[in-house]
């Protein structure tokens, strides 16, 4: 959550209220509360489209959290790789040859920017169970 700063806002009644039942259960002042909401709103925004949200709240669809499974990387192993590449001077080749690359995106803060570093062509997204997507 950003920094302490104040924007005056009108906000339902029964919202500030919710906010307040909330927030005193999860000991968070009212705008705490209604701060994490938006973040969690921020966030599930990421992977679930619009239709399905409101597929959830009428109770048509529901939503199951699964755990990403992800390869374990042994630190040393990538390190050691970088070390050997850097040291047999095949590390710049490397880096500056990839057909792609990642920044952050500056159209849609939060995603990704994937570069083809040959057309100059960007896709923005984000990485979902190691794999990119658009």
Do not use: C, H
């Amino acid at each position: 959550m950003s920094a302490s700063s104040t924007s005056p806002l009108r906000l339902d009644s029964s919202l500030v209220e919710a906010a307040k039942r909330k927030g005193f259960i999860n000991k968070r002042s009212a705008p705490k509360q209604i701060e994490y909401w938006a973040e969690l709103g921020k966030a599930v925004e990421q992977v679930l489209d619009l239709n399905d949200a409101f597929a959830v709240i009428q109770g048509l669809k529901k939503l199951k959290v699964e755990s990403v499974k992800s390869i374990t990387v042994d630190p040393a192993a990538v390190f050691d790789s970088l070390e050997e590449s850097r040291k047999g001077k095949k590390l710049t080749a490397k880096v500056t040859s990839a057909a792609v690359y990642f920044e952050a995106s500056r159209r849609q803060p939060g995603l990704l920017d994937k570069v083809n570093t040959a057309t100059g062509e960007r896709q923005t997204g984000r990485f979902y169970n190691g794999e990119f997507v658009i």
